[in-house]
């Protein structure tokens, strides 16, 4: 991962974000959604965080594991990361059904 000038290529790095489980602790906001996907200060949502700072860390291929609800989620995701069509980055949200 170190380049020949001794720089770090973070070209070569994927992040793994742990969206989290049911939530019980914000419940009722995460009753119809996953907790990544719950509202923060009106118009972003808590998985922003975590995104925001791999991007500005040069992390641009990333995945979120989630497990409950993630419809909202993946709505989210998938309208607000948009890479360029010459990058090879993304966001894409790994959703493992869990039910109760």
Do not use: W
Request: proline share 5%; with cysteine.
């Amino acid at each position: 991962m170190i380049g020949s000038e001794g720089v770090i290529e973070m070209k070569r790095v994927l992040a793994i974000i742990l969206g989290g489980g049911a939530g019980t602790r914000l419940y009722p906001l995460t009753k119809p959604r996953a907790k990544p996907a719950v509202s923060l200060a009106g118009k972003y949502r808590l998985i922003d965080i975590p995104v925001s700072n791999c991007i500005n860390s040069e992390i641009n291929k990333i995945y979120v594991m989630t497990q409950f609800n993630s419809a909202s989620l993946n709505r989210h995701v998938s309208q607000t990361y948009n890479f360029s069509s010459f990058s090879d980055g993304f966001v894409e949200v790994l959703a493992a059904q869990q039910t109760p």
